[in-house]
């Protein structure tokens, strides 16, 4: 009571006062919140604004179960709204007035519904008439339905002989082709491969997925345009109009008698899977392996209308030695490809990858997985006048690599690849006949003179930033003496990644460790330090850029303890002559022994003291190995090897030699 006589002094206590009061309703006694209401109302009684302010507390009062309380809060609520009797007593005038003139709206409506009742019952006359004339008028608009009908089959009959090179089941799958949306007609158009052209004249024919049928199936072989259709649309997602088609398949093949069995003995040893936006593509690749003795199994050209599709596939891939697979980034994304990558691997079938366009390796996808093992050929970036869109030494490496798999078929080889079919014959009438070598014609790819290296006594391990310069390091060295295992050199499209390093590495007696920031962060070349220091390999690391030493990282506790050579400088990575290199040489000579075969006199870096040949007379040339050391040379031993050019030493243009040892 004395506060709420303080909060009548001004505002400012008010404020204060009412404040207080309220912190009381919520954390007070409840006995008390009657009281304090009361003398909130006897400061607000003043000073409105400030209890005004308190609205939302004082409504939360209206459901307390305290006896009193709700009907405090109410009256104080009133009060802020002013609601009293007398404001009362005006607003019941006013509604009594409102009520009053309602009741004179209600008569005049009354009036007007009884006129309205005589127009309804003259409108009610009027409909049953119009009643008996839609009567009439549906008897003959079901008499008209049975003649439309009729028409309309007839019209579907002319369409049908009109537009007789599209199948039966076209009609159905253009009701659902028609209907406009992201995987419509005209993505199949594209993916069929028409060009926006046709598509613009097709778009302005009343049905213009038939339009469409009937200039494919005018353009195509009845089966293979209905597989490449079929295809497509599962490619696409529209497995609806899909299930049209192998449902009309599977009636058409149980309504024709089953054939003799013609299936040939001696199946393609080759089986190509490839995504079909690329068949022109394959079908070119198909013809040059045809053309090399090669015969393939490609969809289009073993399988026919009505065939079950999946089964065929399943026995031309397991009546294959290898699979040739066209990776392409949709070819990755596609699912029927998916299927064929993971049964060649379910049924351990060889697998050479060829790169037709630029795609991440390995793809991303379920291929990840099997492809991440394997190197693959690539097999675009080149143009010729005859059509081929791959390098030529790409090609040649992919017959080497079949040659592993498959002989080819000596009578389906034409005059382009007969100088290049490996052929036992031809590798001993080449070594006895050196005359009619010389007068050969030169094939379109250089070829290797030098035997290939067997057992490599140093392993170089690089990051591809700097594959030039370690190439000519290889040259070098081996024209030193040195078998040198280089990926490029010893790996080719197909092969094992892991399992060809690996061999690489416990087969080397020393490891030359090309270091760049880049090598160090490379997961693939820590590995291979990785495995060269469990295995106990002496590493002699060369560093080629700036980098910190020890590399930080995984590299730093196999390098903490050695002494790396600098060939930071350009001229060195380029030439490889000079101070650095021959003391590359001398590490490398403590561990590894030159071949005498591999030495090339004309190669010979100048001023190198280790590892270079003396002298070499027809009795018994010697190679120094180490000073105050030789290493004596047979008579038969030729020092005439050709090195191989660097640009093109891939390790993938394989020797006829070469091959004809590995049949």
Same mark, same amino acid.
């Given at each position: 009571?004395?506060?709420?006589?303080?909060?009548?002094?001004?505002?400012?206590?008010?404020?204060?006062?009412?404040?207080?009061?309220?912190?009381? &309703?919520?954390?007070?006694?409840?006995?008390?919140?009657?009281?304090?209401?009361?003398?909130?109302?006897?400061?607000?009684?003043?000073?409105?604004?400030?209890?005004?302010?308190?609205?939302?507390?004082?409504?939360?009062?209206?459901?307390?179960?305290?006896?009193?309380?709700?009907?405090?809060?109410?009256?104080?609520?009133?009060?802020?709204?002013?609601?009293?009797?007398?404001?009362?007593?005006?607003?019941? $005038?006013?509604?009594?007035?409102?009520?009053?003139?309602?009741?004179?709206?209600?008569?005049?409506?009354?009036?007007?519904?009884?006129?309205?009742?005589?127009?309804?019952?003259?409108?009610?006359?009027?409909?049953?008439?119009?009643?008996?004339?839609?009567?009439?008028?549906?008897?003959?608009?079901?008499?008209?339905?049975?003649?439309?009908?009729?028409?309309?089959?007839?019209?579907?009959?002319?369409?049908?002989?009109?537009?007789?090179? +599209?199948?039966?089941?076209?009609?159905?799958?253009?009701?659902?082709?028609?209907?406009?949306?992201?995987?419509?007609?005209?993505?199949?158009?594209?993916?069929?491969?028409?060009?926006?052209?046709?598509?613009?004249?097709?778009?302005?024919?009343?049905?213009?997925?038939?339009?469409?049928?009937?200039?494919?199936?005018?353009?195509?072989?009845?089966?293979?345009?209905?597989?490449?259709?079929?295809?497509?649309?599962?490619?696409?997602?529209? /497995?609806?109009?899909?299930?049209?088609?192998?449902?009309?398949?599977?009636?058409?093949?149980?309504?024709?008698?089953?054939?003799?069995?013609?299936?040939?003995?001696?199946?393609?040893?080759?089986?190509?899977?490839?995504?079909?936006?690329?068949?022109?593509?394959?079908?070119?690749?198909?013809?040059?392996?045809?053309?090399?003795?090669?015969?393939?199994?490609?969809?289009?050209?073993?399988?026919?209308?009505?065939?079950?599709?999946?089964?065929?596939?399943?026995?031309?891939?397991?009546?294959?030695?290898?699979?040739?697979?066209?990776?392409?980034?949709?070819?990755?994304?596609?699912?029927?490809? !998916?299927?064929?990558?993971?049964?060649? !691997?379910?049924?351990?079938?060889?697998?050479?990858?060829?790169?037709?366009?630029?795609?991440?390796?390995?793809?991303?996808?379920?291929?990840?997985?099997?492809?991440?093992?394997?190197?693959?050929?690539?097999?675009?970036?080149?143009?010729?006048?005859?059509?081929?869109?791959?390098?030529?030494?790409?090609?040649?490496?992919?017959?080497?690599?079949?040659?592993?798999?498959? +002989?080819?078929?000596?009578?389906?080889?034409?005059?382009?690849?007969?100088?290049?079919?490996?052929?036992?014959?031809?590798? *001993?009438?080449?070594?006895?006949?050196? *005359?009619?070598?010389?007068?050969?014609?030169?094939?379109?790819?250089? *070829?290797?003179?030098?035997?290939?290296?067997?057992?490599?006594?140093?392993?170089?391990?690089?990051?591809?930033?700097?594959?030039?310069?370690?190439?000519?390091?290889?040259?070098?060295?081996?024209?030193?003496?040195?078998?040198?295992?280089?990926?490029?050199?010893?790996?080719?499209?197909?092969?094992?990644?892991?399992?060809?390093?690996?061999?690489?590495?416990?087969?080397?007696?020393?490891?030359?460790?090309?270091?760049?920031?880049?090598?160090?962060?490379?997961?693939?070349?820590?590995?291979?330090?990785?495995?060269?220091?469990?295995?106990?390999?002496?590493?002699?690391?060369?560093?080629?850029?700036? /980098?910190?030493?020890?590399?930080?990282?995984?590299?730093?506790?196999?390098?903490?303890?050695?002494?790396?050579?600098?060939?930071?400088?350009?001229?060195?990575?380029?030439?490889?002559?000079?101070?650095?290199?021959?003391?590359?040489?001398?590490?490398?000579?403590?561990?590894?022994?030159?071949?005498?075969?591999?030495?090339?006199?004309?190669?010979?870096?100048?001023?190198?003291?280790?590892?270079?040949?003396?002298?070499?007379?027809?009795?018994?040339?010697?190679?120094?190995? $180490?000073?105050?050391?030789?290493?004596?040379?047979?008579?038969?031993?030729? &020092?005439?090897?050709?090195?191989?050019?660097?640009?093109?030493?891939?390790?993938?243009? $394989? $020797?006829?030699?070469?091959?004809?040892?590995?049949?």
């Amino acid at each position: 009571e004395v506060l709420s006589i303080v909060g009548l002094y001004n505002e400012e206590y008010a404020e204060r006062i009412v404040a207080f009061f309220t912190d009381q &309703l919520t954390s007070g006694d409840v006995m008390y919140q009657s009281s304090v209401l009361m003398f909130m109302k006897t400061v607000g009684g003043r000073y409105k604004s400030v209890l005004e302010k308190r609205r939302a507390n004082i409504e939360a009062l209206l459901k307390s179960t305290q006896m009193g309380v709700p009907d405090m809060a109410q009256s104080l609520l009133d009060y802020l709204d002013d609601r009293s009797l007398k404001t009362l007593d005006q607003d019941i $005038k006013e509604t009594k007035e409102d009520v009053d003139k309602l009741d004179e709206h209600v008569t005049e409506t009354e009036d007007k519904v009884e006129d309205l009742q005589e127009d309804v019952s003259d409108q009610r006359q009027q409909l049953g008439e119009v009643k008996e004339d839609v009567q009439q008028q549906g008897e003959k608009l079901t008499e008209l339905e049975y003649v439309v009908d009729e028409t309309v089959e007839k019209v579907e009959e002319i369409d049908h002989k009109t537009l007789s090179a +599209a199948p039966a089941w076209s009609r159905d799958v253009s009701l659902l082709m028609n209907e406009e949306g992201d995987y419509d007609w005209r993505f199949l158009a594209v993916r069929l491969g028409y060009g926006p052209e046709d598509i613009r004249a097709w778009a302005t024919n009343a049905d213009p997925t038939m339009a469409m049928l009937n200039e494919w199936y005018n353009t195509h072989r009845s089966s293979e345009a209905t597989y490449a259709v079929l295809k497509s649309l599962q490619e696409m997602g529209r /497995t609806d109009a899909a299930e049209i088609i192998e449902t009309a398949m599977e009636e058409a093949g149980a309504a024709v008698p089953e054939p003799a069995a013609d299936e040939p003995t001696n199946p393609p040893p080759v089986f190509i899977s490839y995504q079909w936006d690329i068949q022109d593509k394959v079908k070119l690749i198909k013809e040059h392996l045809n053309m090399a003795g090669y015969d393939s199994w490609m969809d289009i050209g073993q399988m026919g209308g009505g065939d079950q599709l999946y089964a065929k596939i399943d026995k031309g891939m397991r009546g294959a030695k290898v699979v040739l697979a066209m990776v392409t980034p949709k070819y990755a994304e596609s699912e029927n490809c !998916n299927h064929e990558i993971n049964l060649a !691997n379910l049924l351990n079938k060889p697998i050479i990858p060829l790169l037709i366009e630029d795609t991440p390796w390995p793809p991303p996808g379920s291929m990840s997985m099997i492809f991440s093992q394997l190197l693959y050929i690539m097999f675009h970036g080149a143009s010729s006048s005859s059509g081929k869109f791959w390098p030529d030494s790409s090609f040649y490496e992919l017959l080497g690599q079949l040659a592993y798999h498959a +002989a080819p078929d000596q009578d389906l080889i034409t005059d382009e690849y007969k100088n290049w079919t490996p052929s036992v014959e031809k590798k *001993e009438e080449k070594e006895s006949s050196p *005359e009619k070598k010389e007068t050969k014609s030169t094939p379109q790819v250089e *070829e290797k003179d030098t035997e290939p290296v067997l057992n490599p006594e140093v392993f170089l391990s690089y990051q591809w930033g700097h594959q030039p310069q370690v190439k000519a390091l290889y040259s070098q060295l081996t024209s030193q003496g040195f078998p040198c295992w280089m990926d490029i050199q010893q790996m080719g499209g197909g092969d094992a990644l892991y399992g060809k390093i690996d061999k690489g590495i416990r087969s080397a007696k020393v490891v030359v460790s090309c270091v760049t920031p880049k090598y160090t962060l490379s997961a693939n070349c820590r590995r291979e330090v990785s495995l060269a220091d469990a295995l106990r390999k002496p590493i002699v690391p060369l560093l080629l850029e700036d /980098t910190s030493w020890p590399p930080e990282g995984p590299m730093s506790m196999a390098f903490t303890e050695l002494l790396y050579i600098d060939c930071r400088d350009d001229r060195t990575q380029n030439d490889w002559q000079g101070d650095k290199f021959e003391e590359l040489m001398l590490q490398v000579s403590r561990y590894a022994s030159p071949n005498p075969k591999s030495v090339l006199p004309s190669t010979k870096p100048p001023g190198a003291q280790a590892n270079k040949v003396d002298k070499i007379t027809p009795a018994q040339p010697t190679v120094t190995d $180490k000073p105050g050391k030789t290493v004596q040379i047979t008579e038969n031993a030729q &020092l005439t090897a050709t090195m191989p050019n660097a640009q093109n030493n891939t390790g993938k243009n $394989k $020797k006829k030699s070469s091959t004809c040892s590995i049949l």
